[in-house]
Structures are given as C-alpha cells and as structure tokens.
C-alpha cells in the first residue's frame, strides 16, 4: 500500500496522471487501428453498386467462433426475420437472435420468430446468432 501510495504521489508530482481501467492502459499505442489518424474506415451505409443502400449482417453460429459477413441491399429499419433468413440458406429449423438494445436492461440477444418482424439493428450494421432448433 506505502508503495502504491508513492508512486500517486509522483504521478501527482509531475503531472502525469494515467487512467487505468479494463479498457485501457493509457498507452497510446494500444488504441484501435481506427484510431489512427488516416486509417481508411468504411461507412456502414455506403451505397452499393446501384447506388442503393446496403446494412452489413454479422452472425455467428454455433459451429463457429468468426462470424460470417454478408450484405443486404435494404436499409436498417427496413429488414425482415424472412429478408435476414434468405441470407441464411440451409436446411433445417433454426433459432434467431439478434444483438439489441433495451431501455431497462441495456445490451440483450432479442429472440425474433416471425417472419414480417423487423430485425432490431447495432451501431448501423445486424449481429446475430443462430442456432440450431431440437425442439
């Protein structure tokens, strides 16, 4: 504790007060890539080649740790459970969640089971989870 209470002491000293948390070090070389400056970054809502607006779908299965990415010419807001499953091409029954956020809980995975439903969104883009139905 004495020597922890020292080196505060000295940060204090010569002003140089770092912030720790489970983010961050303070170190700047550990910042994301997109931080950089000049780091080519996409925007999610980048017309496609007609010049109609495409949202980005990240999902994950559970036969896999990295997700697969595909697009879909529609914009966020306008996505159906039946638009998001012709993406989703196989056979079987499946189950659908989606990464959304809830006034009273905050980020939760949102079942969606009908196909007219829209797709709840993420910061422009759709994540999601699908998994297998055995039931």
């Avoid at 949202?55 to 807001?77: A, C, D, N, S």
Wanted: hydrophobic share 30%.
């Amino acid at each position: 504790m004495e020597k922890f209470h020292l080196s505060q002491q000295a940060n204090e000293q010569d002003g140089s007060h770092r912030r720790m948390n489970f983010d961050s070090t303070g170190d700047k070389r550990r910042s994301p890539i997109t931080a950089l400056q000049g780091f080519p970054v996409q925007r999610l809502d980048s017309p496609s080649l007609n010049g109609q607006l495409c949202t980005k779908v990240l999902y994950f299965t559970e036969r896999t740790v990295t997700p697969f990415m595909r697009t879909i010419p529609k914009r966020l807001g306008e996505i159906t459970l039946r638009d998001f499953k012709s993406l989703f091409d196989r056979p079987g029954s499946y189950r659908y969640h989606f990464k959304a956020l809830d006034p009273e809980f905050g980020t939760v995975k949102e079942e969606v089971t009908h196909e007219d439903d829209l797709v709840p969104g993420w910061e422009g883009k759709i994540i999601a989870w699908i998994e297998e139905d055995h039931g």
